[in-house]
């Protein structure tokens, strides 16, 4: 069932990018949903699931050539470096993920996202299951883009595209480092249990 599953990611991606153009467009729920801040942050989460959602949707229909997301990266990286000032280019775009990525992380295990759930409908129960998930999945989350971002940064740095890491070889980076498969095999569980809570996100989202 992996091509099924592959088209049904991408077109998920691809509402996922829809949804976040309406909050750009129409604003997003909550009181300070219109605000400026709000509609921009909106807007550059749509990029970012349009590009992912073209990357699936041409690996399967065959348009992806088989690259793995480390070597798309590195040619990614290879033509930014190649602009001018394409190295502060590559380095800023490092810096703004491992940003973005301890921020999900801090905002995970703070429980930021129960500002967007229907608190009123969860028992006790669900509630305690949710935030498990939540905050064992975001702080995995976060930490895989942080550590793609530090490549990214040191890619630029030292002038050598080949550094910059996607994240399957990002993961694969984890299981190089002293504590390797038990951090690698913590990681993997952490985005298991953001799986679980993007189901819960769905089922209990104030939208």
Not at 164 to 169: E, H, R, S, T
Request: with cysteine; charged share 20%.
């Amino acid at each position: 069932f992996g091509a099924v599953l592959l088209w049904a990611l991408g077109v998920g991606l691809a509402g996922m990018a829809l949804w976040r153009l309406s909050e750009a467009v129409f604003g997003a729920a909550g009181p300070d949903g219109r605000k400026a801040g709000k509609r921009l942050a909106a807007a550059a989460r749509c990029v970012f699931y349009v590009s992912v959602a073209w990357s699936v949707l041409s690996f399967a229909a065959g348009s992806g050539g088989g690259r793995s997301s480390d070597e798309q990266s590195r040619d990614l990286t290879a033509r930014a470096m190649a602009v001018p000032a394409g190295q502060w280019l590559v380095g800023a775009a490092g810096v703004g993920i491992a940003v973005a990525g301890v921020w999900m992380g801090v905002q995970a295990v703070r429980r930021h996202y129960r500002k967007k759930l229907k608190l009123g409908e969860l028992s006790p129960r669900t509630r305690r299951l949710i935030d498990v998930t939540g905050v064992g999945g975001g702080a995995a989350r976060g930490l895989v883009f942080a550590t793609a971002g530090v490549f990214a940064v040191r890619a630029a740095i030292d002038y050598r595209p080949n550094q910059a890491k996607g994240l399957d070889d990002t993961l694969r980076s984890l299981a190089d480092t002293p504590f390797g498969p038990w951090l690698l095999a913590l990681v993997a569980a952490g985005l298991v249990l953001f799986g679980l809570f993007s189901f819960a996100l769905a089922r209990w989202r104030r939208v």
